[in-house]
C-alpha cells in the first residue's frame, strides 16, 4: 500500500497549516502596522480634503482665469499619491491576510471555507483594494496629464484636453476617497473579519438565545473559533452547568452589567458561581482569544445589528421588576419586535413566547405580512412549563434576584427569529400580525405591529447596521483603553 500523505497519522496537513498560519501572523503584522499609518488621527480626513481642492484646483487651471501655477497642481496630486500609498498597502495586505485565514481550518477538522459569508469577505476585500489602485493611479496618472499640459504651448489644442483629462481623473479620485475613508475594515487587532461580515443564514428558533445570535453575526473565523472555545470549557464549568449554559448565562449578566443594572463586582460573583477559576483566568487574561472584554465588544457588535431581540430582553427585565401582570397572571405571554422601518424589502421579526399555563404544549405561531413574500408564514413549536414570578423581583434579594428569575424565564421561553421579506418596490406602511394558537387552534394572543418599507438607504439597511455595528465596537474598544 502506498503512503497516503494526507492520513491522520500524516503530519503533512500539520505541517501545511502552520505554514499557512505562520503566513497568515505575518501579513498580519504588516495590516496592522500600514492600517495604524493610514489611519492616524485626522488622516482620512485630510485625503478628502485634499483630493476636493487638487479637483477644484484642477477645475480652476482649465478654466484658465488667473494665472494658476501647473507645478502647484503637479505637487497637489503627487502629494495625494503619497498619502493614498499607505492606506493601499494596508488594504493589500488586508485582502492577503483574510484569504489566508479563510483557508485555515476551524479546529484541524472543517474548512473556513465552509462558513456562509466568505464569499462577501473577500468581494468586500476585492472592491476595496480596487478602489484603493484606481484612486493612487488616477491620482498618478492627473500629476503627469498636468504636467503634460505645461510643456505644451498654450494656443496648443491638447492644452484643454489634457486639463480635462486631469478634472475627470480627479474626480475618480475624489469619489473614491470619499467611499473608502467612510469605514475602513479589519482594523481591529483581536476580530479583523468581523466588521466585513453580514449574518445570511440562522435558525428561526434560538435555542441559547444570545450565544445563537452571537454566533449568527460571526465571522467565519471568528465563528470557528468560539466552537473551539465552547469545546474547551468542558471541563471548566461548574457540576450543574454546561459550557453552553455557562457561557449564556454569563452573557445575561453581562447585558444586565452594560445596562447598569449590575457593577463589576457582581458580575464577577455571577462569572464564578458557572465557572471554575481555570475558565475565570482565562476571562480575565488578555492573552485569551475570547475574555470578558472581547465578549463585551461582540455583545456591541451584536447589539447594533439587532436591537430588537435586546429590546425584547429589556422589556422583560422590565416586566419582571415591575411584576407586570402579563408575567404573573396571565397563562401566556408573547412579545415582538419589529423595526419601525424596513430597507431593501427586508426585515427581522423576533417573537418571544413564555408558557405560564403549568404544561408543556404545542402551539401555532401564525404570521401575516400584507403584500409580503410569502404573506402568510405559520411555525409549530414545543413550548416548554415555565414558573411565573410571583409578583415583582428585586435585585439581590435572595431567593428572588432579578438575574435568577430573569434567566429562567428566558431560558424556557421560546424566541423565533423570522425573515420577513417584500417585493423590492413596495414602499409605504405596511401591517405585520402575529397570531398565537393553542393545540386545540384556539386563539392565545394576537399582536398587530406597522412596519415603513424604505427602497433607500436608512439607519434600518445591512450596510448603515455593518456600518454601526463596526463604530460601536470601536467605542468600547477606546472607552475600556482609556
Not at 434560538?206 to 468542558?234: C, M, R
Not at 492573552?287 to 472581547?294: A, L, Q
Not at 404544549?361 to 408564514?377: H, W
Not at 455593518?466 to 472607552?479: G, P
Request: aromatic residues 6%; hydrophobic residues 40%; proline residues 5%.
Amino acid at each position: 500500500m502506498l503512503p497516503n500523505p494526507y492520513g491522520e497519522e500524516s503530519s503533512f496537513g500539520k505541517a501545511s497549516e502552520s505554514a499557512l498560519s505562520r503566513r497568515v501572523n505575518a501579513r498580519d503584522t504588516q495590516r496592522i502596522f500600514w492600517t495604524k499609518i493610514s489611519t492616524m488621527p485626522a488622516l482620512p480626513k485630510i485625503r478628502v480634503i485634499i483630493s476636493l481642492i487638487s479637483t477644484l484646483y484642477a477645475i480652476l487651471l482649465f478654466s484658465n482665469i488667473g494665472n494658476f501655477s501647473y507645478d502647484l497642481g503637479i505637487i497637489l496630486f503627487l502629494v495625494l499619491s503619497i498619502l493614498f500609498f499607505p492606506a493601499m498597502l494596508a488594504s493589500n495586505f488586508a485582502h492577503m491576510s483574510a484569504r489566508d485565514r479563510l483557508q485555515l481550518k476551524a479546529g484541524g477538522k472543517k474548512s473556513l471555507e465552509a462558513y456562509p459569508g466568505v464569499e462577501r469577505i473577500l468581494n468586500t476585500l476585492n472592491e476595496k483594494l480596487l478602489r484603493e489602485r484606481t484612486r493612487i493611479l488616477c491620482s498618478v496618472l492627473a500629476s503627469f496629464s498636468i504636467f503634460a499640459a505645461q510643456k505644451m504651448p498654450e494656443n496648443d489644442p491638447l492644452n484643454p484636453t489634457m486639463l480635462a483629462l486631469t478634472i475627470i481623473l480627479s474626480l475618480i479620485t475624489l469619489f473614491n476617497s470619499s467611499k473608502l475613508e467612510q469605514n475602513i475594515p479589519m482594523r481591529a487587532e483581536d476580530f479583523p473579519l468581523l466588521s466585513l461580515h453580514a449574518p445570511t443564514l440562522h435558525q428561526s428558533t434560538l435555542n441559547w438565545v444570545l450565544s445563537d445570535l452571537i454566533v449568527a453575526h460571526l465571522d467565519p473565523e471568528s465563528a470557528g473559533l468560539w466552537e473551539d472555545w465552547i469545546a474547551g470549557l468542558t471541563d471548566k464549568v461548574r457540576i450543574n452547568q454546561t459550557p453552553d449554559s455557562a457561557v449564556e448565562h454569563l452573557l445575561r449578566v453581562l447585558h444586565l452589567n452594560h445596562l447598569e443594572l449590575l457593577d463589576e463586582q457582581r458580575l464577577m460573583s455571577e462569572a464564578k458561581r458557572v465557572f471554575r477559576v481555570s475558565a475565570i483566568d482565562q476571562l480575565t487574561s488578555d492573552e485569551s482569544k475570547f475574555n470578558i472584554t472581547s465578549l463585551r465588544r461582540l455583545m456591541a457588535h451584536t447589539r447594533a445589528w439587532q436591537p430588537g431581540l435586546f429590546r425584547l430582553i429589556d422589556r422583560l427585565q422590565d416586566s419582571t421588576m415591575r411584576g407586570h401582570y402579563s408575567l404573573t397572571e396571565n397563562d401566556w405571554r408573547m412579545d415582538l419586535d419589529l423595526p419601525p422601518r424596513c430597507s431593501q424589502g427586508q426585515g427581522d421579526l423576533f417573537v418571544m413566547i413564555h408558557n405560564h399555563s403549568k404544561s408543556n404544549s404545542m402551539v401555532e405561531v401564525e404570521i401575516l405580512s400584507a403584500d409580503g413574500k410569502p404573506q402568510k408564514q405559520t411555525l409549530r413549536v414545543k413550548t416548554n412549563f415555565s414558573k411565573r414570578p410571583k409578583g415583582p423581583v428585586m435585585l439581590g434579594e435572595e431567593g428572588n434576584d432579578i438575574v435568577n428569575v430573569l434567566g429562567k424565564l428566558i431560558d424556557n421561553c421560546i424566541v423565533l427569529w423570522i425573515g420577513l421579506a417584500w417585493p423590492d418596490n413596495t414602499t409605504g406602511s405596511k401591517p405585520v400580525q402575529v397570531t398565537l394558537r393553542g393545540q386545540l387552534g384556539e386563539t392565545l394572543s394576537s399582536i398587530v405591529v406597522t412596519t415603513s418599507l424604505s427602497s433607500g438607504i436608512n439607519p434600518e439597511s445591512a450596510g448603515e447596521r455593518m456600518l454601526d455595528a463596526a463604530v460601536a465596537v470601536r467605542r468600547l474598544a477606546i472607552s475600556i483603553a482609556d
